[in-house]
């Protein structure tokens, strides 16, 4: 469905940019599970704008109002209704482009799609949309958590700059020390530096995320269209401006030889089988084998760029656009919390899956 | 759904490589569609085993039967149920691994997951499972055709061979004159050499298939959860073997400035809009927007490698496992039909959905 | 899914009878339809308490609010979120039930079921959450009535008291007359009188309502597990305190001989077939045929009675219950509405199937 | 969708009266689950045509082939494909009506819906189609079974023929010892000699199946729009020719006081807890209460009978029509084992559900 993810545990949303608010309904959350507001509140902070320099100025609160499903502190089975409401919208920043078709913005396809279209903010192909999602991860990750699943993605490139080492090396809690969120400490300087070179130019820089999942039961995933990492791709390519994504050695792992990308099964500990490498990236035959879960997602170049560019408007003649409106230099550290809300609404509806199958 | 693809059109199937079939129900196929069963078969014909020294010598006829849905050469709208008989199989190949877990096959995650496999050629693992979705692939080609909607994947890489130009410098369709599905000639037996070389040494190797489609009306894929790119990416990963999805510009316009990557809206031909670019790969707010649609898939080499490779058995002791069964040396040449099959009915999908929303 | 309805117009509902608010989200609205908010509440003013003596007490605005999906007044072809605040809750009058499970209630179930729950004024089991229905089927209402298709339900039975005489005798808008409503006078007023008189009995009556479904294309409805009527029924039975449903000359067909029930054909107006007789009561294979669609309702009495029943505790301890609160002494007039709601939602699910099947 | 049914434990179907082979795919299957293909020809058989003078002479062996899911003669959680070959049709008796809309058939409703039919024994609409159902149900049952579910339907009604007393008051596999699959030995008797009466006159009759179902643990069903009742509401009205549904006391409790129709909750044995009376049927709030659950569905006469009718053809000119073709003058018997099927079904979705809720 349009506006609905998964299948066992569902979250389907609504909200524009500039409407009364956005918020969604979280359906198959399990019961008695403790939710403390405080810690959705704190992923909505991750995503929030206005966190450093690096981001918009748009200045939202961007608090949560839980609705229902939550009663005396414990979820109850039934769906959770939340909010949060616009505050900050300067709408009137938005009536030159009423008209106007934005270079590389979704204007002109909803626009014939729908025939009229909100095009205050960009609407509800705004990222702000995307707000939800971290309601309904957060909600996840209390279920996860219990479980002994974490999630932790971090910036691992902005522009050329580039996180050469792999991400056993680090401490990925350290990501959210700085402001672009990468927890290779002098990258993330260089992705700040450049960052803030690229706003004052008035353009705009892509990056890649990555991010890693620990703990994972044996079994998540279904064979043929319900493959894991077809799941999680297809998680992580709904999220605005994303590009591409890669698990395991993704696309430089197509370069080898199969005996190069082959992980050998060795004995583990207590019981268990593990590999000996993992260049599978956690998943075989599209279900996870107990190892790290790992993938990278591309982010494009954030649309809206501070100079003057030739587009058309609805009549199809030729205008120029200089947009106003608040924007994101680099969409990357603020979607760092999207992928993980993803990811960890991707895995807790497998996990939910895998519990039906066992008899 | 685990085996059920799509919303509108759906393509649901079974079987197991040494089986007594293998085979699916297309539902949701327009009524009143000439099906002309030549036409599925050539299909078929393109992802059979034994088409050249490239692939397996497993030796399958792959005559595909319809079994419903069409009557006096015509689509009724009721579904279609289709089966290939299995005639090949050498299930003996098989009995040494009916304990052990082979490197980076499926065979460990299906055992845990569900306490039982059929270990013979793969069992429902097997590459051989996806000609269901070349039936279905073939079914929707039908009716893109004559909506003006083309489809053709070729293959863009293998190992370290890869073809450098744009698609647009190709006939895409000399594409199928090469048995590695390569358009770019020279390149093309560069890969038939490394292939051959990779296939002497007992190894295997990967690479990546790009996919073409020219001719969508704008509005295909819905906002937030059914963007375009992300059900195509869903639909690319769950082809076996597949290890990364990128349209557009991919990873690579990530490293890029806005002001690089976007692309202007200009007057087009009839009162249309094109852009000047097209960087976004004819998707823009998850929306086709009338351009190109293109998009790269990555694919791991075969896993199935003919030298002696250490794993453990079902007992978690080591063991080593020396496969015997037949084996592609590189997939990519016959995941090219798989790729455009699978973009087949994803855009299907899409173009009922737009259907449905028109008033 | 648990809290969603529908496939290609869908409705998901969140919300309790003594939460912060119940609502929902309407996904899969045609775009460019003018939406008239008094035509919404309209429809919830229908269902409100205390339209009049015969319904509970409780007190509340059921003010709609529209958080998205509206632009300029007209649909955009994104979800509509909405909402109605919780005003008049007495909680206090629940804490007696905190422990105990009131007969023929969902008390029981939920608790076993979610091993927790919210047992004020019903929670998630309570009536109140239709209204959800009554804000989604106004807005298909919106839809239908512009293709000419047009939904009248009415009370056609309480306890004892029966229309004997078929709906094409009444004008059906005279059912919105009077407080029961029956299009049939004099059947109106002995209903209030029974209503009344069970009222002061501190006790609850039963009854049916008939729906019938004017204007309809040949067409809705799909074969096999989608038929038109099963929709329907799966609709109809969703709806608190119904216990039964049939369509056409449902059970009192079923004692008929083939030859009394059969429906002839004859030729129509303009070139339409239509039939002479219509026990099929519109729907034939599971596909609307073009005549009225009509099928009736069966609603228990409420369980909620004024008088000491007997029941037992969480710990299986046998105990009195007098309930408090404040209840209808039967549903059937305030569900009425929500019987048209969720025929509406139905069949603008099934006219925008019928679309994307119209190549 | 169209032709699938289910959520986790889902079956999707295929085939036409006269086609090829009429078959399904099973999804959802749990693993390592014994599977006797004797217990499920033995339910298909109970279906088949020819069983006795009641029935079509149209002779089929209904021989099932299961073509993959089953290794080693126990489940592997892939799907399970199947199919059964038609053998015995006589397409030439359709001739006359290729071009004739039959009157209360689905030949009129199919044309304009589809623009084409196949006419042959009723192409798609045809009870032969719910073979499917009976394997996929016979599949359901053994897991019910090993959970301690049992299923049992009977003929309740044929004609004006009625079985007064309750369920209780039976044996009610003695059902099947006659041809009407009727526990009550004297009413059988009486249907079977209305049945042969009725067939003489070349008529048809219907009448009313009565279902129980013992065993069900408490917590199947979802509140809101997945409420078990309106899940086997769904069930039930997908069946051909069937026009009703009830369950618990149905319509008739609808005329009662809730002081008449509530259930007492009293303490059960070993700390569970149960009802004084079963007014509920099973389910309070959509969801099983651990009683019995029983329901009745309505079933019309067959539309063909014997006699000439008046009807029109494709061009809307009168005709008359006088079918050739082998039907039953009443489907109550053989539709006995289809209402088990798909109550199977259901139970065992809403089990899955149920079990992934558990945590």
Not at 232 to 260: V, W
């Amino acid at each position: 469905m349009r506006n609905t993810f998964g299948t066992l545990f569902t979250l389907t949303t609504f909200g524009e940019s500039h409407g009364a608010a956005v918020g969604g309904i979280v359906d198959g959350m399990p019961s008695g599970v403790t939710v403390n507001i405080d810690d959705i509140q704190h992923e909505l902070n991750r995503r929030k704008p206005g966190q450093s320099n690096l981001t918009t100025s748009r200045c939202e609160a961007d608090q949560v109002e839980l609705l229902s499903g939550v009663f005396d502190g414990r979820t109850t089975g039934t769906p959770i209704g939340f909010l949060v409401r616009n505050t900050d919208q300067n709408s009137a920043d938005y009536e030159s482009i009423r008209e106007v078709f934005r270079p590389s913005h979704a204007d002109y396809t909803y626009q014939i799609k729908y025939g009229v279209r909100d095009y205050r903010g960009g609407g509800r192909a705004s990222a702000r949309i995307t707000l939800s999602r971290i309601v309904a991860g957060a909600l996840a990750k209390c279920v996860l958590r219990s479980e002994g699943i974490s999630i932790k993605a971090y910036t691992s490139q902005v522009g050329e700059i580039k996180v050469d080492e792999d991400y056993r090396k680090f401490n990925l809690a350290s990501a959210e020390l700085n402001a672009v969120r990468c927890p290779d400490e002098l990258k993330a300087q260089e992705m700040e530096q450049l960052i803030k070179r690229v706003k004052a130019e008035g353009d705009t820089v892509g990056g890649v995320i990555t991010c890693v999942i620990k703990g994972c039961p044996i079994g998540l995933g279904e064979p043929e269209f319900g493959k894991l990492h077809a799941q999680l791709g297809h998680a992580m390519l709904s999220i605005n401006a994303a590009k591409g994504f890669e698990y395991g050695t993704g696309f430089e792992g197509c370069i080898k030889r199969g005996s190069q990308q082959n992980d050998s099964f060795v004995p583990g500990v207590a019981n268990n089988i593990s590999t000996l490498t993992n260049r599978s990236g956690g998943i075989q035959g599209g279900i996870s084998n107990g190892e790290d879960i790992y993938f990278r997602v591309a982010f494009k170049p954030v649309a809206t760029i501070l100079t003057t560019q030739n587009t058309v408007n609805k009549d199809g003649r030729p205008v120029s656009v200089n947009p106003k409106g608040r924007h994101d230099p680099c969409v990357l550290p603020r979607a760092v919390p999207i992928v993980e809300a993803m990811a960890a609404m991707t895995l807790l509806d497998a996990l939910l899956a895998l519990k039906s199958e066992q008899f």
